[in-house]
Each structure stands twice: as C-alpha cells, then as structure tokens.
C-alpha cells in the first residue's frame, strides 16, 4: 500500500502544482490560515513539515521565518528532489521517510505543519502520529496542518464530495481525472470527522485544540504541546 501511494505522487509530480490549484477549493486561502496561525517569527527556530512535496508550504515557510531551519519529511524520491531543486537553501533538511516510522529527535521543534498528507494514515496510525509529534515538539511548541476530512454525517460527506467534483470540473480538470483522484482515495485516502480530530490531539496530550479555518473536505487545525 505504502509503495503504491509513493509510486502515484512519483508519477504525479511533473504536474503536481497544477493538479492542486485545478482540483484543492481556495488552496491559496488555506494555506494562507494555516500561517497565521503560527506564533511570531523570532520564537520559531526550527520547523518539521510532514509531507513537503515540491515545497509550496516549505517555501512559505522560509519566507515567513527567516531564522528557521526546516526538516522536510516526504516519501517520494520525487518530490523531495523537486522541493530541493526548487529552493536550493541549506536552511531545509530533506528526510525521505514514511510517516508510520517518523524518526526526528524528541524536545526539538518549535512548529510542526502539514498541507494535505496526513489523512494518507489509517485512524490508529494517525493517533501513533500525533502522539509522536507531541513528543518531537518543545514544550509550548505547535501543531497546525491542513487536511481533508469527512462530514459529521454520511449525508453532510458526499454534499461536499458533491461540491468538491463541481469544482474540479468547473476549475479545468477532466472526467478523467477527477476519476484518477477517485481511485486513489478509494484506495490509499482515510477521510475522518473533525470531531475525531480533536479526541485523537488531545488524548495524545495536547490542549488548545482548535479548528481555525475550514471548506467542504479542507480543514486547518492547531494543536498546543503542553
């Protein structure tokens, strides 16, 4: 399973950033509430960020945090040399792993961010996940990422799979490929409400759990190591 999702964004990668802004609804807006939320730049040393791909987040965040070394997590060979290609800084550390064996030193990042990666784990994964991260961040250190999640209900989850296609095709994507995102959500994608989200981050440990920013499937989060 693991193989196969890498092998789909390896393929993916020559027109990944067209993909996002054709099929990801107010992609920009997202990642843009997804920053502000991340504390003033002189108290953010350093940054790990699960799921860099051609480095749209990573990027932002450079510019944001100039003091900031950034740990890019990605397990595509692919993406990892396109986000390296493109940013061409020695202030990004570039680690080819699968966030199911995450290893990155405990007490050490001041900031832990994601774009649209971690919903690629099972539910059991994602609660190791975010307990692991809990640890990897300092104390007072914070948890944001933006993902896609379900509705509360089955009826409120296909309105926004609904909503999601209108958008995709009224943006410029195929049948086709709305089609190829299908299959591979079908296959590899694990959608969960919200409100799971927040039992999972704070039985993991962490408090000021919030949901700043959401549209249909996307969703920001913040998440406060105690």
């Known amino acids: 399973m693991e193989q196969e999702t890498r092998e789909f964004f390896d393929d993916l990668r020559p027109d ?3 993909a996002i802004l054709r099929c990801v609804p107010r992609y920009e807006e997202m990642i843009a509430m997804l920053l502000a939320y991340i504390p003033p730049s002189d108290s953010v040393r350093r940054i790990l960020e699960l799921g860099c791909g051609e480095g749209n987040l990573t990027n932002e965040l450079l510019q944001r945090f100039p003091d900031a070394q950034i740990d890019a997590v990605d397990f595509s060979a ?3 040399a396109a986000c390296e290609r ?3 800084t020695s202030r990004v550390t570039y680690h080819r792993q699968d966030f199911r064996q995450l290893e990155l030193p405990l007490d050490a990042f001041d900031v832990v961010a994601s774009a649209i990666s971690i919903h690629h784990l099972s539910e059991s994964e994602r609660v190791n996940l975010f307990s692991r991260l809990r640890r990897n961040l300092k104390p007072g250190g914070l948890l944001t990422f933006a993902d896609q999640m379900s509705g509360e209900t089955e009826q409120i989850y296909q309105q926004h799979m609904a909503l999601w296609r209108e958008h995709c095709l009224s943006n410029g994507a195929s ?3 709305w089609d190829m995102w299908m299959n591979h959500q079908a296959e590899h994608d ?3 409400p919200l409100a799971r989200h927040f ?3 704070r039985s993991a440990g962490f408090t000021e759990v919030d949901c700043p920013w959401r549209h249909l499937l996307w969703t920001v ?3 406060r190591s105690p």
Request: avoid cysteine.
């Open 199 to 201: 039992e999972w981050l």
């Open 86 to 88: 493109r940013l061409g």
């Open 221 to 223: 989060m913040t998440a």
């Open 78 to 80: 692919e993406m990892l």
């Open 190 to 192: 694990h959608h969960a």
């Open 175 to 177: 049948e086709g490929e």
């Open 16 to 18: 990944y950033g067209a």
